[in-house]
């Protein structure tokens, strides 16, 4: 694969142009150009396809896709291309079975592939969504840790004050606040029983190369994750590029986060699904990446579950996994809050899609992890085990189940129950759910197993 | 009846996305003496009203929402110097100023709802991302904005929506704008709480806020 400083060439001496010419003129001609090649089509009716040559096709699209139109980099405002050897042989020696975490929680993540009965990695938690002051943070990811058996790494929640003061990004609060995250994260996960856990959405709070950095020094390890995000679509800033320069020089394991808008550049599910591909070859050579980690959104509704993005993430899935050993991750923001009927459905649904697809997963937020404190660890618990549950169901048999479960809750997405804050349905103290939440959870528990997901 | 087909071909030049074509019809009009702003609210203005609608159903994207605009604009560039040289006012609904606050560089919402405006009537500064307060408040002023919108996807940058509102005040210019806020992690409780007067979870909802809040204006 070339290097890394070769990338950076490029990235300085890349064919000039503008973000809108690169958007308008370069990215969204090619998108449809390719959809339309290659004959893709959404097909609402089959949320979940079974077609390997529609896969194997929006693969070759999503690479075209890559070849053709590169990175932008707004800072340079120069396109980054890498050639079809360059993307074959990238491909070739991407990693497969990146290890993370330390001592008895050290593990292989292995790359999937759709139907497969290779049990998927389980990366849960917050999904980066925002709690209000440190020690319900405390609370939370020392409950993950008791409470989440089936997790494989955790993604810790963004503190929104520390010291009483808002946490603001670019002010040295952030920095603060990423310290603190870490160090709290890590002291958390040792009472709770499980000190080698990895963190693998690195510091949350971090939304700049410095405090990403500066949180890095106090207590992260090279074998946890970190997140290191494209801005849709395919662009990438000096900031992230400062992050990938540390992270390879710390040997840290980067993961590739992609938000490809449906709605956005992309245009609808087809684009989005290629686009998506295309991605998952930015990860591997331009972030030089441990795995892709991806979450298609919708861009009206603000979260995964939509039934175009269920398409889109399917297809892509299966695209992807088919046709390269990078390993993938979806992540999946579900738009009701805790406790409520809704959320269940949407994670059945979510959860299914990535595990039958080929992917692993990262569960994510409930209320579109936009709502402060509204998550809990009973959540990311379930995706957990409806992961390791629906391992080996054939494709046709979950399109059946999601679409069940799709019409359960496609008509409340305009405006999904926000449900209960952590607080609310949680023993904070003793770090386990309230009986009301207990009992809830068994009922949809039920009803989910009624639906053909045996829980 | 020629005057009703030139605004039917404005109207379809839109729709066509055909820049092309929406020069040579506003240079018809004009050289037809026929009255460029019933062109613009009888022609272009519905064609782009047909395309909002259309993005909300999903039938089209952000690249339709870009080129009808651009459509617009290149019609507007013949048809507003004629309304100039009449002395005639066009209709808009309003003139905003819209950026994401410093520190967060998250730009295709705030620029689906910039084009979703457009479509509506109303006319838009899309200042871009990481925007500084001193931006907001002088591109206000310089355009002499109605309504300043400002987004936001993290939890962290939100204070920055705050501190815009507080240098509105702090240099007693608060009561001059409309301030409506939005963005993933954006709620209307924290909208009130930063005294902003509005919030919308979702594009068209902001759009609908904005007339409603215009008219209140008015």
Redesign the interface.
């Known amino acids: 694969m070339i290097s890394l400083y070769e990338v950076i060439d490029r990235v300085m001496t890349g064919r000039y142009c503008s973000e809108s010419e690169f958007d308008?003129e370069i990215l969204?001609p090619r998108i449809r150009e390719l959809v339309s090649k290659y004959k893709i089509k959404y097909d609402p009716d089959n949320p979940i396809p079974s077609d390997d040559g529609l896969a194997d096709r929006v693969f070759q699209a999503g690479f075209e896709l890559f070849r053709d139109v590169g990175v932008y980099c707004p800072d340079t405002e120069r396109i980054l291309r890498f050639s079809e050897e360059e993307l074959c042989e990238a491909l070739a020696q991407a990693p497969s079975a990146p290890v993370f975490g330390e001592g008895k929680d050290a593990k292989a993540l292995v790359a999937r592939k759709p139907e497969s009965t290779a049990r998927p990695w389980c990366f849960i938690g917050a999904g980066g969504a925002?709690v209000s002051n440190e020690e319900l943070f405390a609370s939370i990811v020392e409950a993950y840790a008791g409470f989440m058996p089936l997790a494989d790494s955790i993604t810790a929640p963004?503190i929104?004050s520390i010291n009483g003061r808002?946490?603001?990004?670019?002010?040295p609060l952030?920095v603060l606040?990423s310290i603190r995250a870490v160090v709290l994260g890590r002291e958390a996960l040792r009472r709770g029983g499980r000190p080698g856990l990895p963190i693998m959405n690195s510091i949350a709070?971090a939304?700049?190369d410095t405090a990403k950095i500066a949180g890095t020094q106090f207590g992260l390890r090279p074998s946890d994750g970190w997140p290191v995000g494209h801005?849709?679509e395919l662009k990438l800033?000096y900031q992230r590029f400062n992050e990938i320069a540390f992270l390879t020089t710390f040997g840290g394991h980067i993961c590739a986060e992609t938000a490809p808008?449906l709605?956005?550049?992309?245009?609808?599910p087809e684009g989005t699904a290629v686009t998506n591909v295309a991605y998952h070859l930015s990860g591997i050579i331009t972030m030089r990446a441990s795995l892709h980690l991806t979450f298609p959104t919708h861009?009206?509704y603000?979260c995964t579950t939509t039934r175009?993005v269920t398409w889109a993430v399917s297809v892509s899935n299966q695209a992807i996994s088919r046709n390269s050993h990078f390993p993938l991750l979806v992540i999946s923001y579900a738009a009701a809050g805790p406790m409520t009927e809704m959320v269940y459905y949407e994670i059945a649904s979510a959860i299914t899609t990535t595990v039958v697809s080929g992917g692993s997963i990262e569960f994510g937020g409930v209320a579109?992890?936009?709502?402060?404190d509204h998550f809990t660890p009973m959540e990311p618990r379930l995706a957990s085990e409806v992961a390791h549950r629906v391992v080996g169901m054939t494709r046709k048999e979950a399109n059946g189940i999601v679409k069940k479960l799709l019409e359960r809750y496609e008509g409340n997405l305009a405006s999904p129950p926000l449900g209960k804050k952590y607080a609310e349905c949680w023993d904070v103290a003793r770090r386990v759910p309230g009986k009301e939440y207990v009992d809830f959870d068994r009922k949809m528990r039920k009803e989910l197993s009624n639906l053909g997901i045996p829980l | 009846m020629v005057t009703a087909r030139v605004f039917e071909e404005l109207k379809e030049a839109i729709l066509e996305l055909d820049e092309e074509k929406v020069q040579k019809v506003a240079n018809d009009l004009v050289a037809q003496g026929i009255d460029p702003v019933e062109g613009i609210e009888k022609g272009l203005s519905q064609g782009m009203t047909i395309i909002g609608d259309k993005?909300?159903r999903?039938e089209v994207?952000?690249?339709e929402l870009?080129?009808a605009s651009n459509t617009f604009n290149a019609a507007m560039k013949i048809l507003e110097p004629e309304i100039l040289k009449r002395g005639e006012e066009r209709t808009r609904r309003g003139t905003v100023i819209l950026g994401t606050v410093?520190?967060?560089?998250?730009?295709?919402?705030k620029?689906?709802l910039a084009m979703l405006m457009k479509t509506r009537g109303f006319e838009v500064y899309n200042l871009g991302e990481d925007v500084s307060m001193s931006t907001f408040l002088k591109q206000a002023a310089e355009h002499s904005a109605d309504i300043i919108g400002m987004s936001s996807l993290?939890?962290?940058?939100m204070?920055?929506q705050k501190e815009v509102i507080e240098l509105l005040k702090e240099t007693g210019v608060r009561d001059r704008y409309i301030v409506m806020v939005g963005g993933?992690?954006?709620?209307a409780e924290w909208a009130k709480e930063i005294g902003a007067d509005g919030y919308a979870e979702?594009?068209?909802e902001a759009v609908s806020l904005a007339d409603e809040l215009m008219s209140g204006k008015r």
């Not at chain 1, 808002?166 to 002010?171: A, D, I, K, Q």
């Not at chain 2, 410093?102 to 919402?109: A, F, S």
Request: one cysteine or more; glycine letters at 18%; a negative charge.
């Open positions: 308008m969204v925002a963004s929104v808002t946490v603001r990004t670019g002010s952030e606040a709070n939304g700049t801005t849709a800033e808008i709605g956005g550049y992309c245009g609808g861009f009206n603000g175009d579109k992890a936009t709502h402060v | 993005f909300n999903g994207y952000l690249p870009i080129r410093k520190g967060d560089i998250h730009k295709i919402g620029d689906i993290l939890t962290t940058t204070p920055g993933g992690p954006v709620s979702t594009a068209e």
